[in-house]
């Protein structure tokens, strides 16, 4: 149980071009979704965390208006990159968690998505 | 302010041997959970074992077990009869009653034939 899928699990865009990347919870409902961005070697940076129905949170330094993230459901979350250019290509993780579970304090991660801007 | 610190960037264990990952962390909650994750080189975050903050004793799944010293703020993992399928990247993490992770910087770990 406690799965995460993200869509695409790679994808390589033109400059200036922007690119939608999904995060589903396929058997519980993610009450809060979170989305991370990772670079080589590095650990997990936390980017932003959505409520279904609300305004995602954006950490500090993350603009709110180039990476676009909409939890419109109880199990989909988007994140958007507008206007992509090199400097945006990584590898981004979603996570999701359910506060009706008794291990309500869990993360449950998708696989990732490798963004190549190119 | 939550934080959490991994002081061995790499490490390498024999095969079959015994390996233990380090991880010390700060918190001011009194309810958290403390989980160790690891990522291959797939980077899928895999979770290797969870520990709840208000029970004493240590987890244990398998050939992976924690010591847990709360008034330490202790946190480490020992990863038994180590195999290659061990090497990975291991990332320490607390969650509380916020909505936030908090991550450590990672060890890598290489298992070695």
């Known amino acids: 149980g406690a799965v995460v899928s993200q869509h695409p699990s790679w994808v390589i865009c033109k400059s200036g071009t922007s690119v939608k990347i999904e995060c589903r919870s396929l058997?519980?409902?993610?009450?809060?979704m979170f989305w991370y961005r990772q670079f080589p070697k590095q650990s997990l940076m936390l980017m932003a965390t959505?409520?279904?129905?609300?305004?995602?949170?954006?950490e500090q330094g993350v603009e709110k208006d180039k990476f676009l993230i909409n939890h419109a459901s109880l199990t989909l979350s988007t994140l958007t990159v507008t206007s992509a250019h090199p400097e945006d290509s990584s590898f981004y993780i979603c996570?999701?968690?359910?506060?009706?579970?008794?291990?309500?304090?869990?993360?449950?991660f998708g696989p990732g998505t490798r963004l190549t801007v190119t | 302010a939550q934080t959490v610190t991994q002081s061995q960037p790499e490490m390498s264990v024999q095969e079959a041997e015994t390996v233990t990952l380090s991880c010390t962390y700060d918190?001011?909650?009194?309810?958290?959970?403390l989980f160790w994750y690891k990522q291959p080189p797939s980077r899928q975050m895999i979770l290797v074992i969870r520990?709840?903050?208000?029970?004493?004793q240590n987890a244990t799944e398998n050939r992976f077990s924690v010591n847990f010293q709360k008034a330490a703020k202790s946190f480490s993992l020992k990863i038994s009869d180590s195999q290659l399928g061990d090497t990975a990247m291991y990332f320490c993490?607390?969650?509380?009653?916020?909505?936030?992770?908090?991550f450590g910087t990672g060890t890598s770990l290489t298992v070695i034939p």
């Open positions: 996570s999701a968690r359910d506060l009706t579970l008794p291990s309500r304090y869990e993360q449950y």
């Open positions: 959505s409520n279904e129905g609300s305004k995602a949170t954006y």
């Open positions: 993490a607390l969650g509380n009653t916020g909505n936030q992770f908090y």
């Open positions: 918190t001011s909650e009194s309810n958290y959970y």
């Open positions: 058997d519980f409902q993610a009450t809060t």
């Open positions: 520990q709840e903050a208000y029970k004493q």
